[in-house]
Structure formats: structure tokens, C-alpha cells
């Protein structure tokens, strides 16, 4: 049991309430970090949760994120909680805005819980929960969740709604109800949003607005595969490709073989479009969307050209991370781009990475014994290779952020025999979350040749197989100097083809 009176001994509702030598003293922690990201929008200080409020509003991407800036700050140990907000012009080069929106009213004094965002005329409309607690005199808290609305306007600013657009908890359920996903459908405005029914059980249900202000509940999203968990965090429901696409992270999942392995799951469902009238959404089962270590909370949005691009927090709750001895943790996916290729949810890294290629380097070469692939010496690239063989015994290994002498590294195994890839990241540096297992896997389809993309940076790789068809997020916490690549092969002949583009740092 979180012992709530302890974790909100010291609450304050804005950074401006903390002493500054507190907040220097967070600042100056996170520069002693050698994991800092390149590429990826990481938290500046104290922990980094879910995307939100993911948009194109004014002439920019807009990107928010949980902030919890305090988290580890010791003696004494603030909370304070909002959203942080960055943007860009282009996908990839993200400005730090600060912060949007502060624990400071009495529907969010406990936490600006996650939300969404939409254009509406000038402004860019937030809906969001608030989190608060009753009974606080006693042992027995109660949460208050409301869904509340916010504007933001050109210069950024953004003005909190008084009014709760949705005041919980709602007769039915408990007091577990958030994380709203706004978006518009012929002509009205719906909300997907996050629920435990009273019977303990995730699920989500469906609001609709004419006016933005007034929500009426439609009802409860009825599915033909049996909902499983106890909550279903940050719903998502998209049209793409003719399809509708369900988004849910059901917690308390029991893993099964090689599924379901971390602490917490993001998943998807692709069916028929939803029916807003009777809300039965008829689909196959349900998949992990990301079969790594590091992956939880996603978000989408269109961009103006009509692409449906995705983002998500690389962590899982509970994670033990070696950051957080720097006072940070946190940093979101690459934005990736989704499509539909038979029946399965296909990712890949957004086109306007090439904006942050700078030196390239390929070579088309049988490999068989082990092989060094010069690449730089940084771990920020955008790495694909083709691996082709004839033989149904070979294996193909490929280390990534390996030692000199490659004893240590973030291994990838592409089993010919098996027909399985496999990442293994035992000896991937400092060891953590290893609770959950070193190792994650997927099926491959006995093709001659198979893709393998990484986007890599300091402290992560997302690993695109087959142009997006599975995708492992992983974050890896070796030493600067393990920048090194290997490959070899056990069984046969292989065929190794590969291309790396080194990326530029981020401008922001
Ligand atoms: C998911 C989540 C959301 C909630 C937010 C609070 O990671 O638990 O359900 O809104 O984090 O930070």
C-alpha cells in the first residue's frame, strides 16, 4: 500500500514554491548523467511519464509530457506534478517551451494527470485528468478523478477551464478514471477514456461533446476478445487504412510463452471502424505493440499531410533505472509512423529523420566469422541491414554497443534454425528491470532475406524487423566508449548488407 500521507508530505503546486538551491541542486545532478540522449526528448530534470497532449497546432508540433520535476529530490522529497511541453517545426528538433500546466487547482492539486490536445480555431484545446484525493484526515483516501479542459493559446500560454468537463468518480466505477484521448468524428468531438469498472476490470468508455464544455457518456467500448486487467491506461482510437485501431494499456496482464513480459503492456486491437452508435468494436485479438523492455503509454496524431505518427514513454512504472541516481528519468520513442500491413500494426521511424544524417556508411559483404563494423564512434545512428541466406541452420548475430573487446554489448540473434529474433541484453551494461527477464523475442517468416533497422542513440535502441513489423524499445546503459559493432555468423553463409547513417544531435 503507497503510504499517500508520505507521498505528499511535502506537495507544492509549482516549481516557483521550491527553494531554488533545491531545484539547482536537481539541475546540476542530471549534468553528471554520461546517458544523455541525442535524439530523443529526455526530462530535463526529475522524471519524464506519458506523451501528451500530441498535436499541430500554429505552425508547429506540439508535444507535452508528465513532469514530475521533484521526484528525487531528497531532504525533503517535493512533489509537484504538470505537464511539460516541447515543440517543433519538423518532427525531429524539439524546443523545451516548459512548463504548461502546474498541480495548482483543486481538481489537479494531487497531479495534472495525462490528456490529449486538439486545434480548435486559434487555440489548442487540452482535456486531461485531474487527480485528487478525499478522506485525507483518515487512513482511507479516495480519489477524485475529473477530466478537465484547458486553451492554449498562440504565444503557448495556456488557461486552465474552471469548470470539470467531466467530474468522477462516475456511478459504476471506481475511482480509477482517466487519461482522455480527444479527437473529432462527423462533425462532434468524443473522448476515449481510461476506466475500472467496480468489479475491478479495465475497460474504456466513449464521451461525446457538440460544444466542447458538455460531455455525455455514449457508453462503455464492447470488445469480442475478453478485456483483461484491472485498468486500462491511456485509451487511444484512430481510423488508418480503412481500419479502426483501438490503443489501451491493460495492466496486470499475465505474461504467456514470450508475450506480456514486462510489468505493464501497451496494446492494440485493428478491427472494423467503431460503430459510435452501439460501440462494438469487432476485431482479432489483441498484440503487444512493442515487443522490447522499455515501452508504455503511446499517443498518436495526424499530421497535416494525413500521417498517423506515434509517440510513447521509454519506461515501464516500477523500473529501477540507473538514471534516477542523476535525479532524472525518462525520455519518449522517436516519433514513428504507423500503417496497417495485413492485419498487423507497422511502425516506423518518421521520414524526417534524414534531417540528422550526417555521415553514411555501407558495404554489401558475405560475413562468417566475426567481423567489425566501422560506424563512428558514437552510438547515434540510424542502422539497417539485410541478412540474407540460403541456409535454414544459420544464425546471425549482431552486437550493438560493444566493448572493444566485445564482452560486453546489447546482442541481437537472428535464428534461421528457430525462424525466432532474439535480443538479449544480459551483458548489455548496467544490469536492471532484470526481474522481468534479459531476453525478448518474436517469430520471424522463413524468408531468404530479413531487415533489421536500429535507431540507436546514447542510451536506447528501438529495433524496426521487417520494415516495421515488430519493434523492440530498449533502453541499454553501457560507457561512452562501447560505441563499437560486431557481427558474425555461427551456421552457414549469410549475405550482410547494411547501411549507417550517424545522426546529429537534436537542435533545441
Ligand atoms: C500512465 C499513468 C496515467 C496517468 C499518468 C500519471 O503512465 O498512470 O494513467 O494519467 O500516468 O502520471
Redesign the pocket.
Known sequence: MINRRKQFEYLVSNLKDIPEENVIKEKNSVKRSPYHQRIHIESLFGML??PNGFSYFNGYYHLFH?W?PMKYSINPNYFQ?GWFHWKSKNLVDWIPVGEAMNNDTVFDKY?V???SAIPINNKLFLM??G?SWTNTDTDDWHRVPCQLGAYMDENDNVTKMIHPLIKGPISGYTG?F??PKIFKKNGKYYSII?VQTKAKTGTVLIYESQNLKSWNKVGEVKTNFEKKGY?W??PDYFELDNKGVLLF?PQGLQSKGNRFLNA?QACYAIGNKLDFRNLYFESKEYEEIDSGFDF??PQTMSTPDGRRILSA?MSI?NSNSPLTKYHYDGCLIFPRELSIRNGKLIQKPVSEITKLYTTDYMENKVISKNQEIVAGLINCRDIKFDVSTKDNNAISIIDLFANRENTSHLRLVLDKMKNRFIVQRIKAGIEFEDEFGTERSCNLKAEKSISIRIIQDISSAEIFINNGENVFTIRVFVPKDQYHIFVKNLNGEVNVQYKIHQLREMNS
Open positions: 511519464g506519458d508528465q514530475f506534478q497531479g494527470y495525462s490528456g486531461y485528468n487527480n480509477h482517466r487519461d481510461g485498468m491506461e491511456c494499456c505493464f508504455y503509454a514513454w512504472m
